[in-house]
T-cell receptor
Framework: GQSLEQPSEVTAVEGAIVQMNCTYQ??????LSWYQQHDGGAPTFLSY????GLEETGRFSSFLSRSDSYGYLLLQELQMKDSASYFC??????????FGAGTRLFVKA | DAGVIQSPRHEVTEMGQEVTLRCKPI?????LFWYRQTMMRGLELLIY????????DSGMPEDRFSAKMPNASFSTLKIQPSEPRDSAVYFC???????????FGPGTRLTVT
């Protein structure tokens, strides 16, 4: 089978740093993506990792370890608007995409 | 560009009725994806197309569901007959060749009573 595991929710304080993890077990692997979704909205793309290492885009960074089947999304300088659900997604083959259940991030003042 | 366009935004129908959801991808994008999102099952890929050709429909739940892409700028997802368990938000997304990012439309919230 194919599965992705993410913690269901995490709470952090405004201005802090938060890390959201994703472990996966899939029949194939081409890359790991991260998407953000606000309540009532559509998922929006944040980052993509095909190779091991860290990718940085502004306040967001994403890490991948293919040998550990593990990745994480790091958010720095948290803002209230970052409160949302964050999904990791794996491409096991072609452009088929499997999404995790998501981590709901609550940012407190 | 206006982004991915979906219609209707909301649909309420009775069990047994036919439902058709529509999607216009971003112009020039080669890939189109249909997803379903529910609290219980999360975000599931139903089917995706490349250059209007269905590539993987393994996520289509059953024969009541069908999807078509008659041209590069239009796709439909049809449910016939609809059932209450089909109630969900259905998203369409498109992707440009050579890119990893999928652009999602605003979704259609379907309620089957």
């Amino acid at each position: 089978g194919q599965s992705l595991e993410q913690p269901s929710e995490v709470t952090a304080v405004e201005g802090a740093i938060v890390q959201m993890n994703c472990t996966y077990q899939t029949s194939g692997f081409y890359g790991l993506s991260w998407y953000q979704q606000h309540d009532g909205g559509a998922p929006t793309f944040l980052s993509y990792n095909a190779l091991d290492g860290l990718e940085e885009t502004g306040r967001f960074s994403s890490f991948l370890s293919r040998s550990d089947s593990y990745g994480y999304l790091l958010l720095q300088e948290l803002q209230m608007k970052d409160s949302a659900s964050y999904f990791c997604a794996v491409r096991p083959q072609g452009f088929k995409t499997i999404f995790g259940a998501g981590t709901r991030l609550f940012v407190k003042a | 560009d206006a982004g991915v366009i979906q219609s209707p935004r909301h649909e309420v129908t009775e069990m047994g009725q036919e439902v058709t959801l529509r999607c216009k991808p971003i112009s020039g994008h080669d890939y189109l994806f249909w997803y379903r999102q529910t609290m219980m099952r999360g975000l599931e890929l139903l089917i995706y197309f490349n250059n209007n050709v269905p590539i993987d429909d393994s996520g289509m739940p059953e024969d009541r569901f069908s999807a078509k892409m008659p041209n590069a700028s239009f796709s439909t997802l049809k449910i016939q007959p609809s059932e209450p368990r089909d109630s969900a938000v259905y998203f369409c997304a498109s992707r440009d060749k050579g890119a990893y990012e999928q652009y999602f439309g605003p979704g259609t919230r379907l309620t089957v009573t």
